[in-house]
C-alpha cells in the first residue's frame, strides 16, 4: 500500500470512528405514570376541536438511552404527594421512579432531564432522580420562576415547590439554561422552541440510527391537533399560530409522521412495542 493511501485510509477510519460516538445508538421509550379518569371531550385539548368526541388521557414521560451509560430523561413527571395532581383527577398513579424500574434503570441511573416545559406532572418529578443534570430553556426558566408570579403574569400549572426546587438545583450548579431554538445539547439530540405552550416550552428531537424521533411532550397534546393541524386552546398556548406553525416544522423534522410523540394521547401505546405494563418502546 502506498503512504498517501494508508493515510486516507487512517483519516476514513479515525473519522467512521468519530461519527460513530458523536451520534450514540439511542434507545427510545414512553413510560406512562398515570391516567385521567375519565375520557375528556376532545374540544377541552384542541381548539374548535369536537365537544361529542372523546380522548383519554394519559400522564407520561420519555426515556433515552444511549449505550454507553448515559440515560436522559424527557421531563419526569410528578410525585405521589402533589396536590396539583389529585386537584386535576389524576388516577392510576405510579411514581415515575418505580415505572423506571421497568425498563431495567434505577433512579440514581438517570444522568440528564431535558425538561420540555415546567408544568407540574412534567417537572414535579426531577427531584426523584438524585444525579440527574437538569436543561430548561432560558425564558422559559426566567419566566416561571419571575414574572409568572407578578400581577399580569400567567401561573397555571405551576407549583411553589416545583419553583424552589428548580433554583435550588440551579443555584447548585446542576441546570444548564438553553437558549433558544435549533440546539444540539447532547450528541444527537437537538431542541427546538415555537409552540409556547407556556412562555417558552422547548420540544426534542432524536436521532437514533436512521431514525428521527421527536418528542413533543405539550407542544402537540393529542393526535387530533396534529392530524388536523389545530392549535391548543388559549391555555394551551401564548401563540396559537407558532403552535401550528411548529407541528408544521415536526412534521420535516421527524422522518415519519408515526414519530411525532404528543404529549398526553393514549392512543400513543397503541402504535409501539410494548416492553411491559407501562413502558413502550418508539422505534
Ligand atoms: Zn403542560
Known sequence: MNKSLFVLLAILIVSIHIAAQKTPAYEIYALKYATLANPTPVSAWVLNGPDKDSVEIIFMYWLIKDNLGRNILVD???????????DFGVYKFTRPD????????????ITDIIVTHPHWDHIDGISLFPNAH???????????????????????????????????????????????DDKEIIPGIKVYTGSRHTYNSQYVLVQS?????????DNIWVYYSLEKMLPAPSYGTFDAKGYVAAMQRMKTLASKIDFIIPGHDAQLFAKFPKISADVIRIK
Not at 440510527?209 to 411532550?217: E, F
Open 76 to 86: 419526569a413527571g410528578c410525585s405521589n404527594d402533589l396536590q396539583a395532581a389529585k
Open 98 to 109: 418505580s415505572i423506571l424500574l421497568q425498563t431495567g434503570l434505577k433512579a440514581a441511573d
Open 134 to 180: 437538569i436543561w430548561i430553556q432560558k425564558q422559559d426558566y426566567n419566566y416561571f420562576v419571575g414574572e409568572a408570579w407578578q400581577k399580569d403574569g400567567n401561573h397555571g400549572g405551576f407549583v411553589k415547590r416545583d419553583i424552589l426546587q428548580l433554583v435550588d438545583l440551579n443555584v447548585s450548579g446542576k441546570v444548564t439554561l438553553v437558549d433558544g
Open 209 to 217: 440510527g436512521n431514525d428521527k424521533v421527536i418528542i413533543a411532550s
